[in-house]
């Protein structure tokens, strides 16, 4: 993979709650605390990106996602409270950018031509998506614009079986890309992550089941041995508006979210294997650093 340039990461999914978003914003933070430089753009009307790096009375102030893709607005990259990530919020609450879509010539490519001009900027781009069953334009603009393509499940029957829908989804994608002889090289990777595990005998069958099933179906498409556990820090770091990994920084615990951020992260991204979060947690918890902490 070229690291000259941001590396593209989009969170997707066939259906909502699995936590996208979740780790879009943590991501994004662990990214940053690594010393990286990071840009995350909200393709999810629901904006809950937007509103954990913005004050929500300021998402309508101001160049959004919609100026962004229709106008060319680089004046929509938005600093944050956040040191170290940008962010492009989503002000398209009455979805007028699927209308425009439908009217342009090569609809697809309008977020990767966008991004390719600030790709020099930064380290990593993180695309925060909708959970949609693949009719939105807006997901498959994630999808062409990306290098790697992060699909979370919950460990239960009912998430897995919705597994092959967002595979198709990504398929009919790069099939797409290829057919125009873009992408046949080397297609966005796609990685699934489970996030909730637990202890529980149905956790396990269904996570064994998962990595039997999705594990090796095509080159480009694994599941990723590092887990998210079910632990309160990951509701608990949207309602205080800062990243698991600074609530719960210690390494006593495998289970603490630092170590597990590092362990997806370093997975993703192995040429980033050597950055790890203690120096910038630590000085954050003890107030020694200016957090992020949106008022």
Known sequence: ??????????????????????????????????????????????????????????????????????????????????????????????????????????????????????????????????????????????LVASDIVVVPTTPDMISAQELPRVIQIYSNVVRGLEAMGIGSEQPPVLRILVNREDHTTETRNAIASIRKNFGAIARHIAVLRATIPQRVVWRQCISERRPAHRIEYGREDVRNALPVMEAVVHELLPHYGDLTLDGTCKAAASGKEGGPDVH
């Open 1 to 142: 993979m070229n690291t000259s340039y941001a590396v593209t990461l989009s969170l997707v999914s066939s259906k909502g709650g699995v936590g996208k978003s979740t780790w879009a914003i943590n991501g994004a933070c662990a990214f940053a605390d690594m010393g990286l430089r990071v840009l995350c753009v909200d393709l999810d009307p629901q904006q809950s990106l937007s509103k954990f790096f913005c004050p929500p009375q300021d998402i309508r102030n101001g160049s959004g996602l919609y100026e962004f893709l229709t106008l060319g607005e680089l004046s929509a990259i938005r600093s944050t409270h956040f040191s170290g990530v940008s962010v492009i919020v989503n002000n398209d609450e009455s979805e007028r950018l699927n209308l425009w879509l439908a009217e342009q010539f090569s609809a697809a490519f309008t977020l990767k031509n966008m991004l390719a001009r600030v790709r020099d900027r930064y380290d990593i781009i993180i695309i925060d998506t909708q959970g949609k069953d693949g009719r939105g334009q807006l997901q498959e603009l994630a």
